[in-house]
Nanobody, 124 residues
Framework: QVQLVESGGGLVQAGDSLRLSCAAS????????MGWFRQAPGKEREFAAT????????YYADFVEGRFTISRDNAKNTVYLQMNSLKPEDTAVYYC?????????????????WGQGTQVTVSS
């Protein structure tokens, strides 16, 4: 089993920054690509960012517009999402996900492992 635990969410004002963390434990050797998704109230869960095993490749959803950065520390089994210039429309529960894919992954069905989510609320 693999466990993913997110942290770092909170209530911030528009324009502020937050850094989300996701710590992986358990049989983590099988996890390669990592991703962040988000789900706003009344909406489907959507892809935000993904990073490959080495951390050398990343990919972002269009809505990120250069404001978010995904990174990882494999020695700590942790992946991060640095979010800058936050907007009220970024308000959502943010989920960390782990995939056994060898390359970047953007679809929910590519991720068998999920964290419990962390709430991010951006006030205007």
């Amino acid at each position: 089993q693999v466990q993913l635990v997110e942290s770092g969410g909170g209530l911030v004002q528009a324009g502020d920054s937050l850094r989300l963390s996701c710590a992986a434990s358990g049989r983590t050797f099988g996890i390669y690509t990592m991703g962040w998704f988000r789900q706003a109230p009344g909406k489907e869960r959507e892809f935000a960012a993904t990073i490959n095993r080495s951390g050398g490749s990343t990919y972002y959803a269009d809505f990120v517009e250069g404001r978010f950065t995904i990174s990882r520390d494999n020695a700590k089994n942790t992946v991060y999402l640095q979010m800058n210039s936050l907007k009220p429309e970024d308000t959502a529960v943010y989920y960390c996900a782990g995939s056994v894919a060898y390359d970047l992954a953007t679809r929910r069905d590519q991720y068998p492992y999920w964290g419990q989510g962390t709430q991010v609320t951006v006030s205007s």
